[in-house]
Each structure stands twice: as structure tokens, then as C-alpha cells.
């Protein structure tokens, strides 16, 4: 199963964005689709997380009140809404599926291309 992001782009401060996270098969109700971040040259940031049978979500405490992350589990398709987007969240996002919840990038698999997200000033 590979899982693919898009729908990154440049928006202004405040503003939103909905990323969508495709897999290319089944992903059982076992599975967490997590979501990171990078900057060049730093490591991979742990975003927030969707189990995918419940549906419980996990947020890293800086995106916290301002993203949230769903799935439309027949479409085997997860979203990251980002709202009051600030220039720290600028990166390249990732999505990628897990057997447990975890912080850590290693934990995780079938990463895919990322999707750049700018965040203006």
C-alpha cells in the first residue's frame, strides 16, 4: 500500500488548506495514517494521527486547536485541514501508515512524495 499526499500550496497567514492523504489499497481498521512535516535539513516532525478503524485522532501540541485530521475510510483517503495557518508551518507535509500510534517517524511506513506547504507573511 502506498500512501500519497497532495494538495499543499501557498496561502497567506491565517489562511487554510486541506491536504489529502490517497492509499493505494486497503488499509485496515488496525492501521494509523500519520502525518509529518519537514524543513530541509531538520528531521521529520511529527503532525498528527488517525486510527483507522475508531477514527481517534492524535496532534502534536503545536498544531493542536488549529489542524484536524479525518478519513473517509471507503475511499481509503485521509485529510489534514489546517486552518490559521502561521509561517512556521511551512514545510514539505508526508503521510504515512503505522501499526501503532507513535511520535516517531522510524515507526512508520509507505511514506510517498510529500506535498509543499508555504505559509506567507
Known amino acids: 500500500v502506498q500512501l500519497q499526499a497532495s494538495g499543499g500550496g501557498l496561502v497567506q497567514a491565517g489562511g487554510s488548506l486541506r491536504l489529502s492523504c490517497s492509499a493505494s489499497g486497503r488499509l485496515y481498521s488496525s492501521a494509523i495514517m500519520g502525518w509529518f512535516r519537514q524543513v530541509p535539513g531538520t528531521d521529520r516532525e511529527f503532525v498528527a494521527a488517525?486510527?483507522?478503524?475508531?477514527?481517534?485522532?492524535y496532534y502534536a501540541d503545536s498544531v493542536k486547536g488549529r489542524f484536524t485530521v479525518s478519513r473517509e475510510s471507503a475511499e481509503y483517503t485521509g485529510y489534514l485541514q489546517m486552518n490559521s495557518l502561521r509561517p512556521e508551518d511551512t514545510a514539505v507535509y508526508y503521510c504515512?501508515?503505522?501499526?501503532?500510534?507513535?511520535?516517531?517517524?522510524?515507526?512508520?511506513?509507505?511514506w510517498g512524495k510529500g506535498t509543499l506547504v508555504t505559509v506567507s507573511s
Open positions: 488517525i486510527r483507522w478503524g475508531t477514527g481517534k485522532t
Open positions: 504515512a501508515r503505522g501499526t501503532s500510534y507513535d511520535t516517531d517517524s522510524r515507526a512508520y511506513t509507505n
